[in-house]
């Protein structure tokens, strides 16, 4: 992504706006990519994380041995709910952690920086 | 003035992408409750997240009709985007980004629930015809989430009925063994031999012990353990349930 923006830079007055910040520094990059991922992607993957936890082991046959062990109902759902959120969120951290990451190898620096 | 030529600092920035890394996990903590609700209703996990991708859909396109007025302020996904501001403010006016609301003055929006501020009712034509398409289509989208929804409960109780008939089909049932069955040959604990006929039983006293056999055949499809047995004197005819079962013998020890 980084390198299609460098190759292709935005039009300033363009419809993404987000798109030619990123454009401008390798610092808002994560933005545009929260942007893009977080209207779709990531919707899907953190619907997975959520809707998995209980009926994956539901459909797989394990909750049966899983509810056998020594723990709460609660317990459980509240721990797997924690999981899940948890993983949600550390989905949303990748993408920013990567696009910084890239952001900064690939694009320019900060024109406040270049002064 | 522009956020990056203002003399925005790295630091800044950085701060920014917390705020809004932040503000987008706790937004899709939304989609996550929603789908593990469902995923504690259904067996099937394909449903529950379709659930949550559909929940968050189907906000989109409710949020879209511009007619639906201040009831969009109350959709899940109303302000998921508002953390764009946070990036690109002091670039662009805040009319670009709200259509409908004035610009807000809040510097950091830590909570970008309270930046929104409620317009007020501008002239609005009710019976347009896009607005009836958009309605039409979120109404189409909840009933096909709905039907989703229905076809994953039902798909759930035929794999429970068919898991039933499964077990049914693994019980073992005994009954009596037929004439033309092939003649058994018995050893007992203290290495006494007998032979029981098909469709017969044996009993044969002993010196120091009466010896019973009986031949049965399993019909079913499972394994059947003989656990015990209880022997009655006289002759019964039908199905009258069993004795108790601590009057039985144990076969095994």
Redesign the interface.
């Known amino acids: 992504m980084a390198v299609a923006i460098n190759l292709n830079p935005p039009d300033a007055r363009g419809e993404g706006?987000?798109l030619y910040?990123a454009s401008?520094?390798g610092?808002?990059l994560?933005?545009f990519a929260?942007?893009v991922t977080?209207a779709f992607m990531?919707?899907?993957v953190?619907?997975?994380?959520?809707?998995?936890?209980?009926?994956?082991e539901?459909?797989w046959g394990n909750l049966r041995y899983l509810l056998m062990r020594p723990v709460g109902r609660g317990r459980l759902?509240f721990s797997?709910?924690v999981v899940?959120?948890f993983c949600?969120?550390v989905a949303?951290?990748i993408v920013?952690v990567t696009a910084?990451v890239v952001g900064s190898i690939v694009s320019a620096p900060?024109?406040?920086?270049r002064r | 003035m522009s956020f990056l030529t203002a003399g925005s600092r790295t630091a800044t920035i950085l701060t920014h992408l917390l705020v809004s890394t932040a503000y987008v996990s706790w937004s899709l903590t939304g989609v996550v409750a929603f789908s593990f609700m469902v995923s504690c209703m259904t067996d099937a996990p394909f449903g529950a997240i379709f659930a949550g991708v559909g929940l968050y859909f189907t906000s989109l396109i409710l949020d879209a009709i511009s007619s639906l007025g201040n009831i969009r302020y109350v959709l899940p996904t109303h302000y998921f985007d508002r953390w764009i501001d946070l990036l690109t403010r002091g670039e662009w006016s805040a009319d670009m980004w709200r259509r409908r609301g004035p610009p807000t003055r809040v510097r950091v929006a830590l909570l970008p629930h309270r930046a929104v501020v409620v317009p007020p009712e501008g002239h609005q034509e009710l019976t347009d015809w896009t607005t009836v398409a958009e309605l039409a289509t979120a109404g189409g989208t909840l009933v096909l989430a709905g039907r989703h929804f229905g076809a994953t409960r039902s798909a759930n109780r035929a794999a429970r009925t068919a898991e039933r008939a499964f077990e049914a089909r693994l019980r073992p049932v005994l009954v009596q063994s037929r004439r033309e069955d092939p003649v058994e040959k018995i050893m007992w604990g203290d290495r006494h031999w007998s032979r029981v006929p098909g469709g017969q039983a044996w009993v044969e006293a002993g010196d120091d012990a009466i010896y019973l056999a009986m031949s049965v055949r399993n019909v079913g499809a499972g394994m059947a353990v003989l656990h015990g047995w209880h022997a009655v004197a006289e002759l019964h005819i039908g199905v009258d349930g069993h004795a108790p079962l601590e009057t039985f013998r144990s076969q095994v020890t």
């Open positions: 706006r987000l910040l401008q520094t610092l808002l994560p933005g929260l942007r977080s990531l919707v899907i953190v619907a997975l994380f959520g809707g998995d936890a209980i009926a994956g539901a459909s759902v797997k709910f899940a959120v949600a969120w949303v951290l920013v910084l900060m024109p406040s920086d």
